[in-house]
């Protein structure tokens, strides 16, 4: 079976897709799976093909790249789009040029469309041992996945059982030729070591070793699906009914998730936190067990990369960053309070019914505050926040309606005689990072 025919059995799923894109870095994999796509686009229907090559402007030598690209997408009749990126500094620059680069993938890919990753099998045999190696357990392990969801389209890779050599043989069969990345030379760095140390010497002893780590991982990405299956069942069952439905956080029954195991514990949440964060280690869940086990007086916090983790009452809550970043808690007039206020960085707010006469403003707790309550008399604010269970997290960003100074609102939930209903809807800062990268990615 010639690879064009072989490339077209893998993405059978695939030939309705509105377009087909490759993702092209000029190198041996994406230059043979961009040729050998566009010949078998000459006598087979085949979604559009058009390729993309993300220029991160690393190194000097990629400044040439995108001219190669250009001539070989000219000689094949494929349009190409070359997209510069500014890679962000970090500790890992392997991982923010990644980062980068999907962004970039995700930017271009429009409803219905497939990105074609070239990653082959001697890749995914190097990405096993890798993780392998870093200690990663079954979501790991089962490294670069076949096909998942990107942005509003699809990522797929046809290439994952096909050996380099093979992409080789083709390459050379037809002339082909690609650009090489100096820094693939450099053994300091983990993948390079493996694959020009490591694996040469695992080939030797064992000639199918690559053959064998893919099958690996097909192995584990079988198994994280039926985590993922029990997963599922074990989300439907310690999914919590929100107290308040304008407070729209991811939140959990901390009490079904305690009813599990540890293992099964561990399962669910990083099921249900893959969507918001990146997950941490096994040696780093000890910040679950100190919230999870904490005495119920105590505020205890799981603080991972993208947000938080914090229980209130018989719930678990996820915060994302927008609910520890700067927003301003200064109080601010309201002169047309017919008008809907925008409150920076925490939403907005307006008043239905009863405007109370004097000069309005929106404020936030200072400490102190006193509300009249229909039928109740001067309550302290403090504990009418209490009393109507508001998670601690959200009680500093309630906003306050105030009458020359006074308060007469607490938005969502109490106003003083003489005032209308005052509504407060948050800025949505609860929602997942679009960009959640997903380890199997």
Known sequence: MTLESALLARLAPWREASAWRVAFSGGLDSTVLLHALAVAARSHALPPISAIHVHHGLQAAADAWPLHCQRLCDELGVPLHVEHVQVAPGASLERAARDARYAAFSARLNPGEVLLLAQHQDDQAETVLYRLLRGAGVRG?????ASRALAAGHAVRPLLDV???ALEAHAEAHGLRWVEDPSNADTRLARNFLRREVLPLLH?????ASQVL???AEHQAEALGLLQELAELDLQRAQASPAFDWLTVPSLDLQALRGLSDARQRNVLRHW????????DSRHWQGWVDLRDAGPDASPVWRLESGELRRHGGCLFWLGTGWSAT??????PWPLVEQPLA??????????????????????RQGGEILEVPGR??????????????????????????????????????ASPGCGTFHWQPTQIDRHLAGAVDVRA
């Open 214 to 216: 893919a099958r690996t």
């Open 273 to 280: 936190l893959a969507d918001f964060t990146r997950l941490p």
């Open 141 to 145: 392990l089962a490294a670069m996945a």
């Open 204 to 208: 030797a002893h064992w000639p199918k």
């Open 377 to 414: 008399g001067r309550r302290d604010l403090k504990r009418l926040l209490q009393e109507a269970g508001v998670p601690e997290f959200v009680r500093g960003r309630i906003p306050l309606l105030l009458c020359d100074g006074r308060p007469v609102a607490l938005a969502n939930l109490l």
């Open 163 to 165: 050996p380099r050599s």
């Open 327 to 332: 927003w301003s808690g200064q109080a601010q």
């Open 343 to 364: 409150l920076p960085g925490n939403g907005r707010v307006w008043l239905e019914g009863t405007i109370p006469e004097g000069r309005l403003s929106v404020g936030y």
